[in-house]
């Protein structure tokens, strides 16, 4: 009878021991589980945590690659603007400067308007002008003779003040005749171009230590001075 009686204290007491086994033998289990996670967490989702940072730090790189790229690629458009830009302000230039010179322009740098006047008559006068000349200038001293010797410092600022008023250089100039005008100190030359397209009767009066100065220019419908070098 003693081997079939349990007591209850005893029984309770297994209870209790195999319930406690079992919670505790649950809470290793699941300790070993949240581990394991723990552990894949740290092996996977650290991996993946430094792949978003770099990722975030290319991504916040590229940003100032393109900007440089697009920096660069700006300068290189800003020079072939300026480089075109350039083009295109100097071709406007041109055109700026060809009005501008449209009045006489002289080897002196003076520009002068040219006023068309009367001919006074002569019918070989095609057309007759005037502008306000300056004096040319002179290097003499002293009381002034006018003086028809070619290559005289007189003739030469002659020659210059003829240039002035004809805009012919003595490369393209065939100097026909000068003489004495109807005043004291005034020569009245006949010139024209080396082709004998247009021909000049240009009036020059002497300004007392200033030089010669254009006062009128008629443009002739034929050299009438020619005839003196035919016979």
Not at 61 to 80: F, L, M, N, R, Y
Not at 110 to 120: F, L, N
């Amino acid at each position: 009878m003693s081997d079939e009686f349990h007591s209850p204290s005893r029984v309770n007491r297994f209870e209790k021991r195999r319930k406690g086994t079992k919670a505790i033998t649950f809470l290793l289990i699941a300790g070993g589980i949240l581990i394991l996670v723990l552990i894949g967490f740290f092996l996977f989702g650290g991996g993946d945590e430094d792949n978003s940072t770099n990722n975030n730090e290319n991504q916040e790189v590229s940003p100032e690659e393109g900007q440089d790229s697009a920096t660069e690629t700006g300068e290189e458009d800003k020079i072939e603007n300026e480089d075109g830009t350039n083009e295109t302000n100097q071709s406007d230039t041109g055109d700026t400067e060809e009005e501008e010179t449209e009045p006489t322009e002289n080897d002196t740098g003076q520009e002068a308007e040219k006023e068309t006047v009367d001919s006074s008559g002569d019918s070989n006068v095609k057309e007759a002008y005037t502008a306000d000349w300056k004096p040319v200038g002179t290097e003499q001293q002293g009381t002034h003779e006018t003086t028809f010797e070619e290559g005289t410092q007189d003739w030469e600022e002659m020659m210059e003040a003829i240039e002035l008023a004809t805009d012919l250089p003595s490369s393209n100039r065939i100097v026909w005749w000068v003489e004495r005008g109807s005043a004291n100190q005034q020569v009245i030359a006949t010139v024209s171009d080396s082709d004998e397209t247009e021909t000049y009767r240009t009036y020059l009066t002497w300004v007392e230590n200033e030089g010669w100065k254009p006062t009128k220019v008629e443009v002739l419908k034929e050299n009438d001075q020619k005839y003196r070098f035919e016979q």
